[in-house]
């Protein structure tokens, strides 16, 4: 960049004049042909005017009694401090974006992705063909399109679609197999059964007969819906491998230990930015951090082989040493208690009460255990074999 601007041969520089006879001056300056324009007097003994920077050897020379001072620069040569103090930030920013362009016109890796390791080969040599591969150039939506229906053309009994995603420098591509899925004979019969002990909340029956019902107690192994399916005689009228959802109240204990004593991080409002770059062997960062205390803050650029890009955000902080009270701490242990309790539920799964059963504070630390009601998914399908009945005559 500081390459360019030296480069331009000339430029408008803004200078100042300090001297005697200052009208005998322009008229001289006139008579060496040196161009100027906008003069200023601003006292009786200094003047300003605008000139080439080329001139200024030649003033100089000429004018020995004479202060000649630069005052300011005009055009790109304006910013040219500016671009010194932040050359390298400027060069890695040009550079980035340079990376940038090529990342959205060439792709280095093609990615296909499927079970079948000769459905695989296949359809890469077939892409390769058409020039779909790595380190080349991406190719139009219609372009892929045609491609994709190339392949498949060619091979109808083998491929049921394909699928090209481009996803940065990477082009991911999905296949179905044709085949003829083989059906296969259910003949498992199983039962939902509890994995836990509680108190039944709700059952989702999808094939089945209930044998349980919602606010019965189970313990561990009782069976909820069978396989079986029976009369009102208690005779059995079909067997399946019954399905389901079964949820139930069941009870945890949790317990957590919190010092009193803890550092807190606040931000001070200042911060700055940086760029980082993962090699995949380290990371390295263009600017050292300049604050002593700070988050970092890392947002994915662009990847660029095994190079990754990333802006970097500083936020700088002051650190503080506090103290909980007894209320605040326990405050803050139930809220960790639980955390760790809903660690252990899905989307599905929910608390219903928890309760301190014991704090103790020692050390400067509190201890807690905590009691929690929790609605979880207890239904487990297990395999039977049913027993040979005796057919009446």
Sequence with gaps: MLNIINHIKTHKVEVEVTGPFLNHFLINLYRLHININNVKYLKEDKISFITDYDNIEKISANFKDYKIKIKNHEG??????????????????????????????????????????????????????????????????????????????????????????NVGMTYKVRIEQRIITKIKDNNNLCNIVAQKSGIITKIINKQGMNIK???????????????DIKTAEDEVKNRVCATGEVYAEIWLTANVSLPLNYKEKQKTGE??????????KEKKILLKNRFKNSIIKNKKLFKVGPFTFYKQTEYEVKIKNKKYNLEQAEKEALSQALSKVKMQLNDKERIITQKVLNKDVKNSKMKIEVFVSVEKQIGKQVNYVPQLEQESS
């Design 271 to 280: 911060k700055r930015w940086n760029f980082m770059i993962d090699t995949g």
């Design 213 to 227: 019902t919602t606010g019965d107690y189970v313990s561990k192994g009782d069976i909820i819906i069978a396989g």
């Design 76 to 165: 790109i040569y304006k910013i040219r401090p500016f671009i010194i103090r932040n050359k390298i930030f400027l060069s890695c920013l040009v550079l980035g974006l340079f990376l940038l362009a090529i990342s959205q016109n060439i792709i280095v890796k093609v990615d296909v992705i499927h079970s079948d390791k000769d459905i695989r080969q296949l359809v890469k040599e077939e892409l390769e063909y058409y020039h779909v591969k790595s380190l080349t150039f991406k190719k139009s939506y219609k372009q892929l399109q045609e491609i994709k229906q190339k392949i498949l053309d060619k091979y109808p009994d083998k491929l049921e679609w394909i699928e090209i995603e």
